[in-house]
C-alpha cells in the first residue's frame, strides 16, 4: 500500500462556523510540515496558525465517511502540525 499525508488547515470562524481548506497531499510527512511552515505567516492561516493537521492516509482505500454528520473542531485533530 502507498501512504501519503494530506495537510489541512481547520478552524472555527464565529461567522461562519467550522472551515476546512485541503492544503496538499505530500509523499512524506516531513514534506508536508513544511508545506505548513511555509504557510503559517500567510494571510488566511497566520490568523490560527494552530490549524494544521497532517492525517496519513493510505491510497486505493474506502474512507468510511458518515452521512450528514457535524463533527466539533477537535474531532478533526488527527495529528497538529507544530
Keep these: 500500500m502507498t501512504t501519503v499525508y ?3 488547515h481547520v478552524y472555527h470562524n464565529p461567522r461562519s462556523g467550522e472551515e476546512t481548506k485541503t492544503i496538499g497531499i ?3 510527512e516531513e514534506k508536508a ?3 505548513a511552515e511555509a504557510q503559517r ?9 494552530d490549524g494544521f493537521q497532517c492525517q496519513e492516509v493510505e491510497l486505493d482505500q474506502i474512507w468510511p465517511m458518515p452521512k450528514r454528520v457535524t463533527y466539533p ?3 478533526y ?6
Design 6 to 8: 494530506l495537510l489541512l
Design 73 to 75: 473542531p477537535e474531532a
Design 26 to 28: 505530500y509523499s512524506s
Design 41 to 49: 505567516e500567510l494571510p488566511g492561516f497566520s490568523d490560527y496558525p
Design 77 to 82: 485533530r488527527i495529528r497538529p502540525v507544530s
Design 33 to 35: 510540515m513544511a508545506a
